[in-house]
């Protein structure tokens, strides 16, 4: 069970709350983009070939990424919608 004063918390609940989020690849949001951080613990998202995560969850039209691990951290405080 998650902690209200997890670190990686700051204040998402404003924003991210109920929200549906998308499992899929790693896409970036613009093309002048380039990469994308977990909203939570600030791993990097990028697109392949580079070093970084390339799957994760994102809200319609990939603007905030969340990480496999912060999203099963978080679903249940967060009552997040899923879709696959
Ligand atoms: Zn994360």
């Not at 700051?10 to 093309?31: A, E, H, M, S, V």
């Not at 580079?50 to 999203?71: M, P, Q, S, V």
Request: proline share 1%.
């Amino acid at each position: 069970m998650i902690e209200q004063n997890d670190w990686r918390l700051t204040n998402q609940l404003k924003y991210l709350k109920g929200l549906t989020f998308y499992r899929k690849t790693y896409t970036k949001y613009r093309d002048d983009w380039d990469h994308d951080h977990c909203e939570f613990c600030w791993a990097k998202f990028m697109e392949q070939p580079h070093d970084a995560l390339h799957e994760g969850f994102a809200t319609e039209g990939n603007y905030r990424w969340i990480c496999k691990e912060c999203f099963e951290d978080f679903k249940d405080m967060f009552e997040w919608n899923v879709v696959s």
